[in-house]
C-alpha cells in the first residue's frame, strides 16, 4: 500500500522559513506528478503547489507563488515544499498527495493518496 508521510512543520515567527519534507513508500509516484495543499478547521483543502515526475514543471497557487518553491529527489522518494516569507495566513495543515496515474493534476479530486498532514502556525 502507498504510505505519504510528511515532516517539518512547527511554529515559526512571521517573516521565517519552513521547509517540509513528504516521504513515500510507492517507487512508482516517481513517475508522477505529486502535490502540496493546505487546510484549516472547517474548510475545504486548498491546493498549494505541484511539481512534475522531472521535477522540470512546477505550479504554484498564487497566493504563495514567489514565496514557496517544490522540488522533488526521486532518488530518495522525497517531495520538498521550501516555504519562506511565511505569513500567519500560511498556518494550516500542510499534506502532500500523489495521484494513482501520469498527468497533471491541479486540484483535490485528481489526487488519490494523502498524507496524514505536519502542522505550519505562522505567529505574528
Known amino acids: 500500500q502507498v504510505q505519504l508521510i510528511e515532516t517539518g512543520g512547527g511554529l515559526v515567527q512571521a517573516g521565517g522559513s519552513l521547509r517540509l519534507f513528504c516521504a513515500h513508500s510507492g517507487r512508482f509516484l516517481n513517475m508522477y506528478t505529486m502535490g502540496w495543499f493546505r487546510q484549516t478547521p472547517g474548510n475545504k483543502r486548498e491546493f498549494v503547489a505541484a511539481i512534475s515526475s522531472t521535477g522540470g514543471n512546477t505550479r504554484y497557487a498564487d497566493s504563495v507563488k514567489g514565496r514557496f518553491t517544490i522540488s522533488r529527489d526521486n532518488a530518495k522518494n522525497t517531495v520538498y515544499l521550501q516555504m519562506n516569507s511565511l505569513k500567519p495566513e500560511d498556518t494550516a495543515t500542510y499534506s502532500c498527495?500523489?495521484?494513482?496515474?501520469?498527468?497533471?493534476?491541479?486540484?483535490?479530486?485528481?489526487?488519490?493518496?494523502w498524507g496524514q498532514g505536519t502542522q505550519v502556525t505562522v505567529s505574528s
Open positions: 498527495a500523489a495521484p494513482s496515474r501520469a498527468g497533471w493534476p491541479l486540484d483535490e479530486g485528481q489526487y488519490d493518496y
